[in-house]
């Protein structure tokens, strides 16, 4: 049990970190932590709060007026990272079906230990 918390804690790590090259850091590491590798391929997949320069190609957040690198004027963009309906549908079933198989892994394991321990002790062989 221990080793999932700690893999959990790992996918919200490296979702924040892809997140926060979107803008987005904090939102990225929730969706990592609630929905562990599945979350990875979340912020992956988003479209995040930044976006290109048109003139020097830099990230830059779609509030933006004027770009922090080239100092040209941009045109704002309105945020539109917003998911609809299908996409969270989706988000949910794919976090159920890993929730599913994640349950029935550690259900499996622990079988597994309760039969390694109700097997007897192998005998010595004789000489």
Same mark, same amino acid.
């Given at each position: 049990?221990?080793? @999932?918390?700690? @893999?959990? &804690?790992? $996918? ?16 990225? %590491?929730?969706?990592?932590? &609630? ?7 979340? /912020? @992956? ?9 048109? %003139? ?9 007026? /004027? $770009? ?21 549908? /989706? ?8 929730? +599913?198989?994640? /349950?029935? +892994? ?19 062989? @004789?000489?």
């Amino acid at each position: 049990m221990g080793v @999932l918390v700690l @893999l959990w &804690l790992l $996918c919200g790590g490296i979702a924040a970190a892809i997140g926060k090259r979107k803008g987005e850091g904090i939102a990225g %590491f929730f969706w990592g932590l &609630l929905f562990g590798p599945f979350g990875i391929a979340i /912020v @992956l997949f988003s479209s995040g709060n930044k976006r290109p320069c048109p %003139f020097c190609h830099e990230r830059i957040f779609n509030q933006a007026t /004027v $770009c922090p690198h080239c100092k040209k004027d941009t045109p704002a963009i309105p945020n539109s990272n917003k998911f609809t309906a299908g996409q969270i549908i /989706v988000i949910i079933i794919i976090a159920l079906i890993g929730s +599913y198989f994640m /349950v029935n +892994y550690q259900k499996s394991l622990q079988e597994k230990t309760a039969i390694k321990a109700s097997l007897p002790a192998p005998a010595k062989a @004789l000489k």
